[in-house]
């Protein structure tokens, strides 16, 4: 599985603005500069968090966003998801509720374990990681 610029670069900004909202409200423009990201992007990465329920924006001369709940509720796995969609390294493996995908080879295609495990795996590591523990560390840096 390899993430795309929205996982990475949302994932930073993400813990960026956990390490800053202990201040108040954060701007995209501080986030940006902080983090290399182009302001555009980062507004169109803030907007599927949002959408997402992670964060809220604040209007006004002092606005900016925050985290809509607490850092230590809000696991990698939720922001990953928010900005990536299903995190699964192929289209058998992902998790569709009420709805089983289907490979186009053959229904007894063993090779379905292997990416069933390594999907079972992903979303045990980025779930278990909270971003309250990566914001910990960052003040350790």
Not at 2 to 19: E, H, N, P, Q
Not at 27 to 53: C, N, P, W
Request: aromatic share 4%; proline share 3%.
């Amino acid at each position: 599985m390899k993430l795309s610029t929205k996982g990475r670069y949302g994932l930073r900004a993400f813990i960026d603005l956990a390490v800053y909202a202990q201040e108040g409200p954060v701007s995209l423009a501080s986030i940006a500069a902080r983090q290399e990201i182009s302001l555009s992007y980062l507004e169109q990465l803030m907007a599927k968090l949002k959408k997402a329920g992670l964060v809220e924006s604040i209007r006004g001369v002092n606005g900016g966003y925050k985290l809509a709940r607490p850092a230590e509720e809000i696991s990698v796995g939720d922001v990953l998801r928010a900005l990536e969609g299903d995190l699964a390294p192929v289209e058998c493996a992902a998790t569709h509720p009420g709805k089983e995908v289907h490979c186009t080879g053959s229904d007894a295609c063993v090779s379905k374990i292997v990416w069933k495990r390594i999907n079972d795996s992903i979303n045990q590591a980025v779930d278990s990681i909270f971003i309250g523990e990566l914001v910990e560390e960052s003040k350790k840096a």
